[in-house]
């Protein structure tokens, strides 16, 4: 097989700053792989529900919402971009008001399935050459990738990560909020905190990105040694 038609899913569950998104893009980049940042698409999800008035507490409203939002979401990990009914919401899914709905989305069983869908169908449309991060890739989106990859931190590394993410904008307790409260409300539905069978646990705590991406490059190496 030539290196542009080796198959490869790369699936990496975590908890919110853990650093999945920044290996994941690494990953894909270095691969040569596409890159799937399935929460930004409940956040498109939230983001179209906030825009065009839906009541959030409205569980059929919200699986409306799922099933009819126009996203495109691009999985090039050199040039993230979100759409959604044609406008590039890409920065605007990453307020505070977005981050602060986008539960309100991810805890609907039937808004979730919806969705878990959509990013199947986007795993099979990049010929299944793709690195996809998410809360639960690993067990329910992508439970046949190549390589399944749980990434934890502390909870004091995963807030100093964020915290240098995001600078000064918010308070400590605000972030705080942001990192565990999430976390805390998924945690309810979806497990990505224990590894399941056959998933590897890294925990990046003591791990430079760097470190943690050559980590997780030999877990993949290992497992389609075709990619190297």
């Not at 999945?20 to 179209?48: C, F, H, P, Q």
Request: net charge negative.
């Amino acid at each position: 097989m030539t290196e542009h038609s080796t198959q490869a899913v790369v699936a990496i569950d975590g908890p919110s700053g853990s650093g999945k998104s920044t290996v994941s893009k690494e990953i894909a980049r270095r691969l040569n792989l596409g890159y799937l940042d399935t929460g930004a698409m409940y956040r498109a999800v939230a983001w179209w529900a906030v825009h065009c008035g839906i009541d959030l507490g409205d569980g059929d409203a919200v699986v409306g919402a799922a099933r009819t939002a126009p996203i495109e979401v691009s999985t090039d990990p050199d040039q993230q971009q979100v759409r959604v009914d044609g406008q590039d919401v890409t920065a605007a899914i990453r307020s505070t008001e977005v981050t602060g709905a986008v539960s309100s989305v991810s805890t609907v069983p039937e808004a979730r399935e919806i969705l878990v869908q959509r990013q199947r169908e986007m795993i099979e449309a990049s010929g299944r050459r793709i690195v996809a991060e998410g809360r639960d890739i690993t067990t329910v989106v992508a439970p046949d990738a190549d390589v399944r990859v749980l990434l934890t931190a502390s909870e004091a590394a995963r807030l100093s990560r964020r915290g240098a993410q995001l600078g000064s904008s918010q308070s400590k307790e605000a972030l705080a909020a942001q990192v565990t409260g999430r976390d805390a409300k998924d945690s309810k539905l979806v497990n990505f905190t224990d590894a399941a069978d056959g998933v590897t646990h890294l925990d990046s705590s003591e791990l430079s990105i760097e470190q943690t991406v050559t980590a997780v490059m030999d877990l993949v190496l290992r497992a389609v040694p075709e990619l190297a």
